[in-house]
């Protein structure tokens, strides 16, 4: 009885492949014959083998699982799916060449394409930036000699390898803002509140800055020392206060106590120094610096990125990161430890490496940003007692 079931099923789906090979109505039957599971032996030789394509649209399922992604129309979704597999083609494309220092991989937004990312996950602009900046500190001359720059107080000669990791504050997500003019600063500043003051919680608030300084184009980019100037106009208050929602708003930074307060910034033109870079993050720690971030970058997942699809000339920058260290690795050289503001899935853990003294890889020396650790303001702060009653 059963094999005689079993052969009628067979038949059945035989007869609905034969059938569906030829013209109308294929659709609808071709969706019966996948719905059919596992054939009996022998059968699944007549019943389609599952094209590239369907292979490719079940990691794309995978993907929107993964990341709990939902589009809001079927045009939004194909798009987002010819993204994806674009992304995943070059991503294999790459991994499969045994020369590269570094390795690509899906992460959050690999179903954007380039131009989408820059617009939304990037955001260093000088245009939208306030042209009058009274308080940047000093800018360097092009060409000006470390010696003639570097105080007493600086050390001259610095180690091969440095690694502030420990000390940062946890890695953010920008979401869908270009606000990483916000970010970088903050990331600095955060690890000055652990390091300098032993804070145990370091959390300072990006939507304050995006909402409240006008003079910036908010989520359409900006410039990383215009966020230190804020704060030194008007304080900032906690994450935890005043949250990320990812998009500008009106300004509510009147309803809380500042919990930081600093007085000076400090922007340099490095112009491709990385020497003098080196010497900057080993004696201040994290440095806010541009970079033009690539479409590899983007897809960056781990290495030492090293892609001449990447410019170094001073105005290709779009995305503004710290560098928080440096060393050498046996297989990719020299490099740049850097922190993102792109989630824990991109990169190593939301961290990075860039190839270092390779022609200032994606411009990476071309501007340094930072507060000086000794103008953070040490009193008026209290964490737990931020908010204005
Ligand atoms: C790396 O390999 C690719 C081919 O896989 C080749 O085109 C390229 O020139 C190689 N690069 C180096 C630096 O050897
Ligand atoms: C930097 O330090 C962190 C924390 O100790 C560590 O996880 C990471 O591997 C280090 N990075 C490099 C490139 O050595
Ligand atoms: C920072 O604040 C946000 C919002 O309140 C919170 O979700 C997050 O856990 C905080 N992070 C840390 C490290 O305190
Ligand atoms: C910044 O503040 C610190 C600490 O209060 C002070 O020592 C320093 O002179 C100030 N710097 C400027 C430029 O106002
Ligand atoms: C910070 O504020 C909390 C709550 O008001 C208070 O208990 C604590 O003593 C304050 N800490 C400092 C260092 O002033």
Known sequence: MRGD???????????VCFISTDGQGTKASVKKSEVTKKPPNGAGNHIPKPTKS???????AEF?????KAYRSAQEEAEARKAYEQNSKNDEKHNQQRNKTYRRGTNAYSDKSHDWKVKNRMGASK?????????????????????????DTETPEVPDS???TDWNSPIRDQADCGACWIYAPLAVLEYLMIVIRGDTEANLSEQ????CNIADGGCDGGWPTDGFDYIIENGLTTERSYPYVAYQSDCFAKRFGKVLIINNTYEEEVSGDEEYLKHLVYNYGPIVVVIYASDSF???????????????????????ITVVGYGTDPDGGDYWII??????????????????????????ANYAMMPSSSWISETNFNITNNRKN
């Open 339 to 364: 922190k993102n503001s792109w989630g824990l899935d991109w990169g190593e853990y939301g961290y990075g490496r860039i190839a270092r003294n390779q022609e200032n890889m994606c411009g990476i």
């Open 162 to 164: 440095a690694n502030w």
């Open 5 to 15: 079931l079993k052969l009628i099923l067979i038949l059945v789906v035989v007869c």
């Open 208 to 211: 304050e800055i995006l909402d």
């Open 127 to 151: 245009k939208a930036s306030s042209p009058n900046n009274k308080n940047k500190a000093m800018k360097k001359k092009a060409g000006k000699s470390l010696s003639a720059r570097m105080s």
């Open 64 to 68: 929107k699982k993964k990341h709990g």
């Open 298 to 320: 983007t897809q960056y997942a781990g290495g030492v990125f090293s892609e001449s699809d990447c410019p170094n000339d001073m105005d290709s920058y779009n995305h503004a």
């Open 54 to 60: 369907a292979a490719a649209k079940d990691k794309f």
